[in-house]
T-cell receptor, first 113, second 112 residues
Framework: NAGVTQTPKFQVLKTGQSMTLQCAQDMNHEYMSWYRQDPGMGLRLIHYSVGAGITDQGEVPNGYNVSRSTTEDFPLRLLSAAPSQTSVYFC????????????FGQGTRLTVV | DAKTTQPPSMDCAEGRAANLPCNHSTISGNEYVYWYRQIHSQGPQYIIHGLKNNETNEMASLIITEDRKSSTLILPHATLRDTAVYYCIVRSLNNAGNMLTFGGGTRLMVKP
């Protein structure tokens, strides 16, 4: 198992550009989510999904869109990048049943100039 | 989910036990205590979790007070590779979608 895979690892965007951060997991987990982490701070939840076709907003959803067409993939779209979206983005997944641990990807470091 | 309070930083000598405290005085009966750590901007890594009984695994031990208002994560023999930010998180089983709420954590520095 590869676990949770995020691509790209690094990205530089110009203000106003759009892009998609990819997240894939091969553990057949129902729950997937996206977090952002700003320097010196904890992670904040952007969007999450409890299964294919179902998504919902987290704490800081503005400026981001998500979709979940398959169990494996949960892409995060930046529609019009802003410098305030400069951050490290983490994707996570876990099973539905029980009190289970979350598995995190290694992150995408995004800089918007 | 209940809020948690952790010291912002701690030091520990290599080979000694690291005891990381967490206060969660507003925890409710169906909320679990989770611990994760983040090593140098990598993705967070699960360590351990518990409800009211003490728990132990290959990484650490979790001691939860009888009133469940606080807990301590114990790394029995800290190594330099345990230097990381440690997050104490309280989460309800009913909180199905909102996975985890991270606070500031404790930055543990293990020194030779």
């Amino acid at each position: 198992n590869a676990g949770v895979t995020q691509t790209p690892k690094f990205q530089v965007l110009k203000t106003g550009q759009s892009m998609t951060l990819q997240c894939a997991q091969d553990m057949n987990h129902e729950y997937m989510s996206w977090y952002r982490q700003d320097p010196g701070m904890g992670l904040r939840l952007i969007h999450y999904s409890v299964g294919a076709g179902i998504t919902d907003q987290g704490e800081v959803p503005n400026g981001y869109n998500v979709s979940r067409s398959t169990t494996e993939d949960f892409p995060l779209r930046l529609l019009s990048a802003a410098p305030s979206q400069t951050s490290v983005y983490f994707c996570a997944s876990r099973r539905t049943e029980g009190n289970t641990e979350a598995f995190f990807g290694q992150g995408t470091r995004l800089t918007v100039v | 989910d209940a809020k948690t309070t952790q010291p912002p930083s701690m030091d520990c000598a290599e080979g000694r036990a690291a005891n990381l405290p967490c206060n969660h005085s507003t925890i409710s009966g169906n909320e679990y205590v989770y611990w994760y750590r983040q090593i140098h901007s990598q993705g967070p890594q699960y360590i351990i979790h518990g409800l009211k009984n003490n728990e132990t695994n290959e990484m650490a031990s979790l001691i939860i007070t009888e009133d469940r208002k606080s807990s301590t994560l114990i790394l029995p023999h800290a190594t330099l590779r345990d230097t990381a930010v440690y997050y104490c998180i309280v989460r309800s089983l009913n909180n199905a979608g909102n996975m985890l709420t991270f606070g500031g954590g404790t930055r543990l520095m293990v020194k030779p």
